[in-house]
């Protein structure tokens, strides 16, 4: 069974920074795609950055230039710095990966970590 767990999550002040995680289990190959999504009260979900298995990166207009993903195949994890946090950022942030297979795609969501930026 596949999880994908996210850490990381916390109090910041804006204009500070925080280090999202996010730890894969149970999946017998690499993930397509992982991504980070978030969720602010009274909001649907949105797409904060992505980043597939050919290296290209997807960000939200909101977060260009200050936040960047990365990923880690080794350790199965991929993570969300981010930089210069802005009261808007608060909300809680989602880990999604994706697995392609030859006739259809399995999306694997972890619970969330919250991210409070407020003074």
């Known amino acids: 069974q596949v999880q994908v767990v996210e850490s990381g999550g916390g109090w910041v002040q804006p204009g500070g920074s925080l280090r999202l995680s996010c730890a894969a289990s149970?999946?017998?190959?690499?993930?397509?795609?992982v991504g980070w999504y978030r969720q602010a009260p009274g909001n649907q979900r949105e797409l904060v950055a992505t980043?597939?298995?050919?290296?290209?990166?997807n960000y939200s207009d909101s977060v260009k230039g200050r936040f960047t993903i990365t990923r880690d195949y080794a350790k199965k994890t991929w993570d969300l710095q981010m930089n210069s946090l802005k009261y808007e950022d608060t909300a809680v942030y989602f880990c999604?990966?994706?697995?392609?297979?030859?006739?259809?795609?399995?999306?694997?969501w972890g619970e969330g970590t919250p991210v409070n930026v407020s003074s």
């Open positions: 999604k990966a994706e697995e392609r297979h030859p006739f259809n795609t399995k999306t694997y």
């Open positions: 149970g999946n017998k190959v690499p993930f397509f795609s």
């Open positions: 980043l597939t298995s050919a290296g290209t990166t």
